[in-house]
């Protein structure tokens, strides 16, 4: 499944006016193709193109993207 998404952006702004945080709202149908529901805790893996949400199992981490 692919969307095009954009970030939005969050938060209250900085000292100089600008955003400093963006957020990208993902529909339940597209947590539900990963596995995943509302509510669900997750990691966010950052790399140099990409970003990566992964379930939050300790158990399971997997660290080769």
């Not at 600008?18 to 997750?42: C, K, T």
Request: glycine share 8%; net charge negative.
């Amino acid at each position: 499944m692919v969307r095009k998404k954009k970030l939005s952006p969050s938060g209250a702004k900085g000292e100089d006016g600008e955003y400093h945080n963006a957020h990208v709202n993902l529909h339940e149908d597209e947590l539900s193709v990963a596995g995943l529901e509302i509510g669900d805790d997750v990691f966010v893996r950052v790399r140099e193109d990409k970003i990566i949400i992964q379930r939050a199992d300790t158990e399971n981490v997997e660290h080769d993207f």
